[in-house]
Protein backbone atom coordinates (compact mmCIF):
# COMPACT_ATOMS: atom_id res chain seq x y z
CA UNK A 1 0.00 0.00 0.00
CA UNK A 2 1.27 3.57 -0.82
CA UNK A 3 0.61 5.95 2.60
CA UNK A 4 2.39 7.45 5.62
CA UNK A 5 3.27 5.22 7.85
CA UNK A 6 3.91 5.83 11.50
CA UNK A 7 5.75 3.44 14.78
CA UNK A 8 4.27 3.16 17.17
CA UNK A 9 0.66 3.90 17.27
CA UNK A 10 0.33 4.29 20.93
CA UNK A 11 2.97 5.24 23.44
CA UNK A 12 2.68 5.69 27.04
CA UNK A 13 6.07 6.69 28.87
CA UNK A 14 6.91 8.53 32.26
CA UNK A 15 8.09 11.98 32.37
CA UNK A 16 12.05 12.89 31.56
CA UNK A 17 11.98 9.52 29.26
CA UNK A 18 13.73 10.21 25.66
CA UNK A 19 11.38 8.32 22.96
CA UNK A 20 11.26 8.48 19.53
CA UNK A 21 8.59 8.03 16.80
CA UNK A 22 9.05 6.62 13.08
CA UNK A 23 7.28 7.90 9.85
CA UNK A 24 8.06 6.62 6.04
CA UNK A 25 6.66 7.93 3.23
CA UNK A 26 6.57 5.74 0.13
CA UNK A 27 4.75 7.96 -1.83
CA UNK A 28 7.93 9.51 -3.31
CA UNK A 29 7.30 12.99 -1.78
CA UNK A 30 9.68 15.51 -1.42
CA UNK A 31 8.26 16.89 1.82
CA UNK A 32 7.71 15.71 4.81
CA UNK A 33 6.31 16.95 8.09
CA UNK A 34 5.49 16.87 12.01
CA UNK A 35 2.37 18.42 13.25
CA UNK A 36 0.78 18.25 16.63
CA UNK A 37 -2.60 17.65 17.82
CA UNK A 38 -3.23 18.78 20.79
CA UNK A 39 -6.48 17.16 23.19
CA UNK A 40 -8.47 19.76 21.67
CA UNK A 41 -8.10 18.19 18.21
CA UNK A 42 -6.24 21.50 17.62
CA UNK A 43 -3.41 20.45 14.86
CA UNK A 44 -0.61 22.55 14.74
CA UNK A 45 2.71 22.20 12.79
CA UNK A 46 5.94 21.49 13.99
CA UNK A 47 8.73 20.91 11.44
CA UNK A 48 8.64 20.23 7.54
CA UNK A 49 11.51 19.04 5.58
CA UNK A 50 12.14 18.98 2.21
CA UNK A 51 14.70 16.29 0.72
CA UNK A 52 16.06 15.85 4.35
CA UNK A 53 16.83 19.76 4.75
CA UNK A 54 14.96 21.30 7.78
CA UNK A 55 12.67 23.79 6.03
CA UNK A 56 10.38 24.85 9.00
CA UNK A 57 10.74 24.91 12.35
CA UNK A 58 7.67 26.20 14.53
CA UNK A 59 8.87 27.56 17.78
CA UNK A 60 9.20 24.05 19.00
CA UNK A 61 11.03 23.25 22.23
CA UNK A 62 14.77 22.01 21.65
CA UNK A 63 13.77 18.85 23.39
CA UNK A 64 12.15 17.69 20.00
CA UNK A 65 14.63 17.08 17.16
CA UNK A 66 13.47 15.78 13.72
CA UNK A 67 16.20 13.70 11.67
CA UNK A 68 15.88 12.66 8.27
CA UNK A 69 18.15 10.07 7.06
CA UNK A 70 16.82 10.07 3.86
CA UNK A 71 14.04 11.52 1.60
CA UNK A 72 11.64 9.28 2.55
CA UNK A 73 11.91 9.19 6.23
CA UNK A 74 11.70 11.42 9.29
CA UNK A 75 11.94 10.39 12.56
CA UNK A 76 11.25 12.39 15.68
CA UNK A 77 12.82 12.72 18.63
CA UNK A 78 12.05 14.08 22.46
CA UNK A 79 13.88 14.45 25.27
CA UNK A 80 13.34 14.59 28.79
CA UNK A 81 9.43 14.17 28.05
CA UNK A 82 6.87 16.31 29.89
CA UNK A 83 3.28 15.84 30.76
CA UNK A 84 2.14 18.56 28.14
CA UNK A 85 3.94 16.32 25.33
CA UNK A 86 0.80 14.18 25.67
CA UNK A 87 -0.62 14.57 21.82
CA UNK A 88 -1.15 12.98 18.99
CA UNK A 89 1.73 13.22 16.74
CA UNK A 90 0.88 13.56 13.10
CA UNK A 91 3.55 12.67 10.26
CA UNK A 92 2.58 14.11 6.43
CA UNK A 93 4.10 14.41 3.59
CA UNK A 94 3.70 16.24 -0.10
CA UNK A 95 4.91 16.92 -3.08
CA UNK A 96 6.95 19.26 -4.87
CA UNK A 97 5.11 22.26 -5.55
CA UNK A 98 1.45 20.85 -4.43
CA UNK A 99 -0.35 21.94 -0.92
CA UNK A 100 -1.98 19.08 -0.70
CA UNK A 101 -0.56 17.26 2.64
CA UNK A 102 -0.83 12.99 3.11
CA UNK A 103 -0.83 12.24 6.49
CA UNK A 104 -0.41 9.30 8.61
CA UNK A 105 -2.72 7.64 11.31
CA UNK A 106 -0.93 9.01 13.98
CA UNK A 107 0.91 7.91 17.36
CA UNK A 108 -0.89 9.08 21.05
CA UNK A 109 1.64 9.81 22.84
CA UNK A 110 0.73 10.13 26.79
CA UNK A 111 3.43 11.16 29.22
CA UNK A 112 2.38 10.08 32.82
CA UNK B 1 -3.25 34.61 17.69
CA UNK B 2 -5.82 32.54 15.70
CA UNK B 3 -5.26 32.69 12.01
CA UNK B 4 -8.13 30.98 10.88
CA UNK B 5 -11.31 30.51 13.05
CA UNK B 6 -13.79 27.91 12.57
CA UNK B 7 -17.34 27.73 13.32
CA UNK B 8 -19.08 25.77 14.81
CA UNK B 9 -17.26 23.86 16.70
CA UNK B 10 -20.11 20.80 16.62
CA UNK B 11 -22.88 20.47 14.18
CA UNK B 12 -25.30 17.28 14.46
CA UNK B 13 -27.28 17.05 10.87
CA UNK B 14 -30.28 14.60 9.76
CA UNK B 15 -29.68 12.14 7.30
CA UNK B 16 -30.25 14.15 3.92
CA UNK B 17 -29.71 17.63 5.25
CA UNK B 18 -27.00 19.78 4.22
CA UNK B 19 -23.95 20.71 6.47
CA UNK B 20 -22.36 24.00 6.51
CA UNK B 21 -18.98 24.85 8.37
CA UNK B 22 -17.40 28.34 7.83
CA UNK B 23 -14.04 29.71 8.27
CA UNK B 24 -12.82 32.91 8.42
CA UNK B 25 -9.06 34.22 7.93
CA UNK B 26 -6.81 37.04 8.75
CA UNK B 27 -4.20 36.86 6.58
CA UNK B 28 -4.66 38.48 2.92
CA UNK B 29 -1.50 36.44 2.08
CA UNK B 30 -3.15 32.91 2.18
CA UNK B 31 -3.85 31.65 -1.01
CA UNK B 32 -4.68 28.02 -0.89
CA UNK B 33 -7.72 26.83 1.00
CA UNK B 34 -8.20 23.00 2.27
CA UNK B 35 -10.49 21.54 3.76
CA UNK B 36 -9.21 18.45 5.94
CA UNK B 37 -12.41 15.28 7.13
CA UNK B 38 -10.80 13.34 10.27
CA UNK B 39 -11.96 10.01 11.32
CA UNK B 40 -11.26 8.52 15.11
CA UNK B 41 -8.54 7.60 15.47
CA UNK B 42 -7.12 8.42 11.82
CA UNK B 43 -4.84 10.78 10.52
CA UNK B 44 -6.91 14.06 8.81
CA UNK B 45 -7.19 13.56 4.94
CA UNK B 46 -7.53 16.37 2.31
CA UNK B 47 -11.14 16.65 1.04
CA UNK B 48 -11.58 19.85 -1.25
CA UNK B 49 -9.67 22.53 -1.80
CA UNK B 50 -9.53 26.23 -3.34
CA UNK B 51 -7.57 28.98 -4.66
CA UNK B 52 -9.07 32.33 -4.05
CA UNK B 53 -9.38 32.81 -8.51
CA UNK B 54 -12.84 31.39 -8.30
CA UNK B 55 -15.85 31.67 -5.68
CA UNK B 56 -17.26 28.37 -5.94
CA UNK B 57 -15.92 24.59 -5.84
CA UNK B 58 -17.81 21.22 -6.00
CA UNK B 59 -16.84 17.91 -5.91
CA UNK B 60 -19.30 15.45 -5.43
CA UNK B 61 -21.76 16.07 -2.46
CA UNK B 62 -19.15 18.71 -1.26
CA UNK B 63 -18.62 22.72 -2.16
CA UNK B 64 -16.56 25.44 -1.36
CA UNK B 65 -17.70 28.44 -1.46
CA UNK B 66 -15.19 31.31 -1.36
CA UNK B 67 -15.79 34.99 -0.35
CA UNK B 68 -12.35 37.01 -0.96
CA UNK B 69 -13.80 40.75 -0.18
CA UNK B 70 -15.50 39.01 3.42
CA UNK B 71 -11.79 36.92 3.83
CA UNK B 72 -14.55 33.60 4.18
CA UNK B 73 -14.95 30.30 3.00
CA UNK B 74 -17.42 27.44 3.72
CA UNK B 75 -18.28 23.95 3.28
CA UNK B 76 -21.12 22.79 2.14
CA UNK B 77 -22.35 18.97 2.21
CA UNK B 78 -25.16 17.86 0.89
CA UNK B 79 -27.41 15.09 0.85
CA UNK B 80 -25.35 14.45 4.44
CA UNK B 81 -24.61 11.04 5.36
CA UNK B 82 -24.13 8.85 8.51
CA UNK B 83 -20.73 7.92 7.04
CA UNK B 84 -19.84 11.49 6.85
CA UNK B 85 -19.77 11.96 10.51
CA UNK B 86 -16.33 13.40 11.51
CA UNK B 87 -14.13 15.91 12.51
CA UNK B 88 -13.76 18.51 9.83
CA UNK B 89 -10.90 21.51 9.20
CA UNK B 90 -10.64 24.20 7.12
CA UNK B 91 -6.55 25.37 6.84
CA UNK B 92 -4.82 27.84 4.69
CA UNK B 93 -1.56 28.75 3.17
CA UNK B 94 0.39 30.95 1.80
CA UNK B 95 2.21 30.97 -1.73
CA UNK B 96 5.90 29.31 -0.96
CA UNK B 97 5.56 29.26 2.80
CA UNK B 98 4.28 25.93 2.24
CA UNK B 99 3.08 26.31 6.43
CA UNK B 100 -0.71 24.93 6.84
CA UNK B 101 -2.84 27.09 9.38
CA UNK B 102 -5.92 24.89 10.46
CA UNK B 103 -8.74 25.84 11.79
CA UNK B 104 -9.73 24.91 15.23
CA UNK B 105 -12.00 22.04 14.13
CA UNK B 106 -16.02 20.68 13.63
CA UNK B 107 -17.00 18.06 15.22
CA UNK B 108 -19.82 16.62 12.78
CA UNK B 109 -22.93 13.64 13.24
CA UNK B 110 -24.95 12.59 11.03
CA UNK B 111 -28.16 10.71 12.40
CA UNK B 112 -30.30 8.57 10.28
Known amino acids: DTAVSQTPKYLVTQMGNDKSIKCEQNLGHDTMYWYKQDSKKFLKIMFS???????INETVPNRFSPKSPDKAHLNLHINSLELGDSAVYFCASSPRGLEGKFFGPGTRLTVL | QQQVKQSPQSLIVQKGGISIINCAYE??????FPWYQQFPGKGPALLIA?????SEKKEGRFTISFNKSAKQFSLHIMDSQPGDSATYFCAASKRGTDKLIFGTGTRLQVFP
Open chain 2, 50 to 54: IRPDV
Open chain 2, 27 to 32: NTAFDY
Open chain 1, 49 to 55: YNNKELI
